[in-house]
């Protein structure tokens, strides 16, 4: 269900070394993973489990938990026995917690090691890590960064973003862990955009990518996929987050169609549609929202045009594996190019359309 796509200008990607979290591979040849983050209290087994799972049916391959107490580390252990997808635990300051979430059967960790009050700390959490086969994300956000560094930079500069993880880093490395993996965010895309260059060039680890508070919706959508989209059209990031503020849910329409629109991934269908004009003929707009929300669980990849008008519509339509394309009163549906059928009425061409789809889907099902 998550195809990579086979595409002469799909972007190369950086080489790094390769690390596995659960049964998902990160980094060296895998596919660049999608993931997220709950909102639930961890707390809540129940609430949380139930959004593991909604997120993993939208496409969502590791979910990341929070983990503020000994209560959400040890509600890691059914959260982790129900969830189909591998779990992260994002942990800030307390080592303790690393050590139970590890206990418990988390894939990884999210943790600053030199956030973590000294080598003791860090031995250990490092010692349980390599145990339990767990790598770890370093994670350096512009407003986390350490206040030397601040005052050596002049602010929260890329560079200074760049030092401050290298430093967490090293205290890894000392440790002969190397199955990390390093994110640094910013809510500025273009600071977001230089950091990871910086960082690119400066190891091999995978590097996780996002841009942080980018937002509701509408808006975090653009900032997420002009910094994500700059990025991986330069082959840097092995794994995404789109962070939106609402269900984390939506994010992952916004991730799988990042990755489609660089060719790198594909999950679902892609949907054609034409933005109508003077000389739309049918209620395209309506027809388009509804063949999406009718697609919306499929997983398959192929291609639909929903186009508004015979002039320009049949060009589009022949090229998309299934596609339809309306006239005053009517509607042409094709198949690979072929006309299939001609439909009368345009209260028809919904229902009629969305025939043909599951005709269309039941047939690829089988091949
Ligand atoms: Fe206009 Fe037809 Fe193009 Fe749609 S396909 S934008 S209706 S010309």
């Known amino acids: 269900t998550a195809h990579l796509i086979d595409d002469p200008y799909r972007p190369a990607r950086r080489k790094t070394r390769t690390l596995n979290i659960g049964h998902v591979a990160i980094g060296g040849d895998a596919p660049v993973v999608v993931q997220s983050m709950t909102n639930t209290d961890t707390r809540d087994v129940e609430a949380t489990v139930a959004q593991v799972t909604a997120l993993a049916e939208a496409g969502c391959e590791i979910v990341?938990?929070?983990v503020l107490d000994e209560d959400a580390a040890r509600a890691i252990g059914p959260i982790r026995k129900a969830s189909p997808v591998p779990l992260i635990a994002d942990i800030h300051f307390d080592h303790r917690l690393a050590l139970m979430a590890l206990d418990a059967g988390v894939d990884g960790l999210r943790i600053n090691p030199g956030n973590i009050?000294?080598?003791?700390?860090?031995?250990?959490?490092?010692?349980?890590?390599?145990a339990c086969g767990a790598p770890i994300r370093i994670g350096v956000n512009s407003g986390s960064v350490d206040k030397k560094l601040l005052k050596k930079f002049g602010g929260p500069t890329p560079e200074a973003m760049v030092e401050s993880a290298m430093e967490h880093v090293r205290l890894l490395e000392e440790r002969d862990f190397f199955d990390t993996k390093i994110s640094l965010k910013s809510?500025?895309?273009?600071?977001?955009?230089a950091a990871y260059r910086l960082l690119a060039g400066r190891c091999d680890y995978p590097l996780h990518i996002g841009v942080t508070e980018a937002g509701t919706p509408g808006r975090g959508t653009v900032k997420?996929?002009?910094?994500l989209g700059v990025l991986l059209y330069e082959g840097i990031g092995d794994t995404l987050r789109v962070s939106l503020t609402g269900d984390p849910v939506t994010e992952m329409d916004v991730a799988w169609e990042i990755l489609r629109s660089l060719n790198?991934?594909?999950?679902?269908?892609?949907?054609?549609?034409?933005?109508?004009?003077?000389?739309?003929?049918?209620?395209?707009i309506q027809l388009a929202e509804e063949v999406?929300?009718?697609?919306?669980?499929?997983?398959?990849?192929f291609t639909v045009a929903v186009m508004g008008c015979v002039v320009n519509g049949p060009g589009e339509a022949r090229e998309a594996d299934i596609g339809i394309?309306?006239?005053?009163g009517m509607g042409i549906i094709?198949?690979?190019?072929?006309?299939?059928r001609k439909i009368k009425g345009e209260e028809n061409l919904l229902p009629e359309f969305l025939n043909e789809l599951d005709i269309f889907l039941e047939e690829l099902r089988k091949e």
């Open 64 to 66: 990341r938990l929070a």
């Open 264 to 284: 790198l991934r594909a999950r679902g269908p892609e949907i054609v549609s034409c933005p109508t004009c003077g000389r739309t003929e049918i209620g395209l």
């Open 224 to 227: 997420s996929s002009v910094g």
């Open 117 to 130: 009050g000294g080598a003791e700390p860090v031995d250990k959490v490092v010692a349980a890590a390599k």
């Open 334 to 340: 094709f198949r690979k190019g072929e006309v299939v």
């Open 292 to 301: 999406e929300r009718h697609l919306r669980p499929v997983t398959e990849v």
């Open 325 to 328: 394309a309306g006239g005053r």
């Open 187 to 193: 809510s500025s895309v273009p600071a977001t955009i």
